[in-house]
């Protein structure tokens, strides 16, 4: 005799049936390679043993304001407001919170509504009963559906969680736009500085050289130097004119390169006045906050974000192994129904249903698995990309620790051959008003002086450039925990 299986054995039978063929498609082999390397273990002792450390020394948010210079304030403040860069960069954290939100909504019922009315000739022979079989008539349908993934492995929250990581990677990401931004007119400004110092040192030298030629006509109309002497003499002239115009072009240049910064045109930049003398009034050059290593990871905007890329890419694995498994939904569904003229929101036209509902691919040529070997190898490469970031990072700092002490005992040598130059020149301007001496004398002085002084304004400049990348090293400013204010933490918790 034959057993019925009972109908309520169906639906566990359907579900034992769907897991055994899950089984079917295996993960076995596929897994990730790349490992997080530990900023602690990037050797640096020796690098930073000479460095002072203070623990209350991370770059302020203004960090610029160390240079005491208000017009270098002023023209960052502007381009934090107005930048194109700086906006496209939020426009970004808005795109990758908008797409969170998106990913954090399938983790929540859904409702739909739809609305028909269908002309259509019925066949004699389907479902359709006498007297419409075979004739023509109207299928009128209004419903409301519920539907609702269950999300029994995670796969939506992970997907969610992977679309919150981007988002926060963007986030930072706008950060890091901010520093190079601030950053790059800081360089710009100060490269400005160097123009005006340079070109008083450029004209001072044709002022030097134009007495010189001269002073060796006069001692030629005398016979006293060659014609040679004579040569040379104008030939210094022009050269010396030719380094005033080159002065000129580059203060052009940086003004205008402040202007594009800003997002603004040449006319902005026209109106940036000279640049006072700027010193860098920030804490001890070269001096660094304790822990330098370990705490980079969380002042490091480039790092930060490529940490939360990392957790992206690892949410992107566990999305990939949830395909493995059945996708388990509840529905639902209630309304009118209507054939021929019969008003459809009768009673009687009413329909109303409710259900479970599993789906899993039977055979998918290795489309899962692929799909999960994709996710491990964008996580390895995630990974990798963030340890040589880390490596990166530190080495900047370290570089320009070893500028800023390199500059620093060059400026030592710099004053002491600078003062040498303006002792001789004193020397000789002395003899020359005691009668001891000559004019030509005291002209030779002055031009290894002017070098000197030039020489020493391009060491000042270094050493405030180099101030500035520590300053962009270190983070500028970016605190560990920066709040994420792109995405709504509700789209996630329902």
Avoid at 238 to 266: H, K, S
Wanted: proline letters at 5%; one cysteine or more.
């Amino acid at each position: 005799m034959r057993r019925r299986i009972s109908s309520k054995a169906l639906p566990a039978a359907a579900a034992a049936l769907a897991f055994l063929l899950a089984g079917c498609a295996s993960t076995g082999g596929l897994h990730t390679d790349a490992s997080l390397r530990s900023a602690d273990l990037l050797a640096a002792d020796k690098a930073l043993g000479q460095t002072p450390l203070d623990p209350a020394l991370w770059p302020a948010e203004n960090w610029w304001a160390g240079f005491g210079d208000p017009q270098l304030d002023q023209l960052i403040d502007e381009a934090l407001k107005d930048s194109p860069s700086l906006r496209a960069a939020a426009a970004r954290v808005r795109q990758a919170g908008a797409l969170a939100n998106e990913s954090g909504a399938a983790r929540s019922p859904r409702v739909d509504s739809s609305l028909s009315a269908t002309r259509e000739r019925f066949s004699a022979n389907g479902l359709i009963p006498p007297p419409f079989a075979g004739g023509w008539g109207t299928l009128g349908d209004v419903q409301g559906t519920l539907s609702w993934d269950l999300d029994v492995w995670g796969k939506n929250r992970a997907a969610f969680e992977q679309a919150l990581g981007q988002a926060r990677a963007a986030e930072v990401d706008e950060q890091a736009v901010k520093l190079a931004l601030s950053s790059s007119i800081a360089h710009a400004y100060v490269q400005l500085m160097r123009g005006y110092q340079q070109l008083d040192v450029a004209q001072a030298t044709v002022e030097q050289r134009e007495r010189t030629l001269a002073l060796t006509r006069d001692r030629n109309a005398a016979g006293i130097d060659s014609k040679l002497e004579l040569k040379q003499a104008e030939a210094a002239v022009p050269a010396a004119r030719e380094q005033v115009a080159q002065w000129e072009e580059r203060i052009a240049l940086a003004r205008n390169q402040i202007a594009a910064l800003m997002g603004q045109g040449p006319d902005r930049g026209a109106a940036i006045e000279r640049p006072a003398a700027m010193t860098d009034r920030q804490p001890e050059a070269g001096a660094l906050p304790s822990r330098v290593p370990s705490q980079l990871l969380g002042h490091r905007p480039d790092v930060v974000a490529q940490r939360w890329r990392v957790e992206a890419a690892r949410r992107g694995i566990d999305v990939a192994k949830a395909r493995f498994y059945p996708d388990v939904n509840l529905t639902a569904f209630i309304g009118f129904q209507s054939l021929g003229g019969s008003s459809l929101l009768a009673l009687e036209n009413r329909e109303a249903g409710a259900g479970p509902a599993l789906s899993l691919p039977l055979f998918d040529a290795g489309q899962r698995r692929a799909q999960l070997a994709g996710a491990d190898a964008q996580y390895d490469e995630a990974v990798e990309q963030y340890n040589q970031t880390l490596a990166d990072a530190l080495r900047e700092v370290v570089d320009q620790l070893d500028t800023l002490r390199s500059v620093s005992h060059q400026r030592i040598e710099e004053q002491r051959a600078l003062a040498s130059s303006r002792e001789a020149y004193d020397l000789a301007l002395l003899r020359y008003r005691e009668g001891i001496g000559n004019y030509l004398q005291v002209l030779s002085a002055e031009a290894p002086l002017l070098e000197q002084e030039g020489l020493e304004v391009d060491l000042r400049v270094r050493a405030l450039d180099a101030s500035i990348e520590l300053n962009r090293a270190l983070g500028g400013g970016l605190e560990p925990s920066a709040p994420l204010a792109a995405v709504s933490r509700d789209s996630g918790s329902r």
